[in-house]
C-alpha cells in the first residue's frame, strides 16, 4: 500500500487531489485507485443457484396433507443437493427456494421443502404420513436447519413451479458438517400428481 494521494479525474476534468487508498504497491507496478481503476470487489465464494432433481413413482395416488413426496414407495431418500458449502465448516445462507415439476397440475400444489445439513434417514416411503403434528418420519432430528413452503403458482405448455423463502426470519444460515444439503418434501394438500413425474429443488442463497 502507498500514502501518495492521486489526482482524481472525472468528467470535468482533473479535480483536488483527496486522501484515497492505494490498490496494490506503487513501487511494484499497482495503480492508483480511481475511476478507471476501482477497487474490485466480491463476496466470498459469491452467490450461487443449485439444483437437484427425483421423479416420484410410476402411479398417481393422491396425495394428503404431511404426506412425505419422494423417490420410492419401499426405499425413499432424502433429496441431495451436492457442493451446497465451499468447504466443511463453511456457512451458507439460504434465502429462496425455486420448486419446479414436470407435470403442470397447480390444483392443490402446495408443497413444504425441510432442509437438512446431515443426511436424515426417511422411516417412511412416498405416500406416508411424514409430518405428524410436528413429529417428523425421520430417525433423528439432528441437522435439521429449517422450512421453505412453496405453492406452486404458474405453469406453462410444459411444467409448472413456484418459488418460495424461509417461513422463520429473512433467510436460513447454517455451517457445513460435510458439503451437502438434503431436502425432504411435504405435501400441504391433497396434491394428485403425475405418473412419474419430476420434481427439481432449486436454493439460492451465498456461501462464506
Not at 27 to 41: F, M, V
Not at 110 to 134: I, K, Q, Y
Amino acid at each position: 500500500m502507498s500514502d501518495q494521494l492521486p489526482t482524481i479525474e472525472g468528467d470535468g476534468g482533473p479535480r483536488e487531489s483527496i486522501p484515497v487508498t492505494l490498490f496494490g504497491d506503487l513501487a511494484s507496478g499497482g495503480n492508483p485507485i480511481g475511476i478507471s481503476n476501482p477497487i474490485p470487489a466480491s463476496t466470498p465464494d459469491g452467490f450461487f443457484a443449485l439444483a437437484a432433481s427425483f421423479v416420484r413413482p410410476s402411479n398417481t395416488t393422491a396425495y394428503a396433507s404431511g404426506d412425505l413426496v419422494a423417490d420410492s414407495t419401499s426405499a425413499a431418500a432424502a433429496l441431495e443437493l451436492p457442493l451446497a458449502f465451499r468447504a466443511a465448516g463453511q456457512a451458507v445462507r439460504i434465502e429462496r427456494l425455486r420448486l419446479r415439476k414436470t407435470s403442470v397440475t397447480l390444483t392443490d400444489a402446495s408443497l413444504r421443502v425441510h432442509l437438512f445439513r446431515l443426511r436424515p434417514t426417511l422411516t417412511v416411503n412416498d405416500n406416508d404420513v411424514f409430518d405428524s403434528a410436528g413429529v417428523l418420519a425421520i430417525s433423528d432430528i439432528a441437522g435439521y436447519v429449517g422450512t421453505i413452503d412453496v405453492t406452486m403458482n404458474y405453469a406453462a405448455v410444459a411444467g409448472a413451479c413456484g418459488v418460495g423463502v424461509p417461513g422463520v426470519g429473512s433467510a436460513i444460515t447454517c455451517d457445513g458438517i460435510g458439503t451437502s444439503l438434503w431436502v425432504a418434501i411435504e405435501a400441504r394438500a391433497a396434491y394428485g400428481p403425475a405418473s412419474a413425474e419430476t420434481f427439481t429443488v432449486t436454493i439460492e442463497g451465498a456461501r462464506s
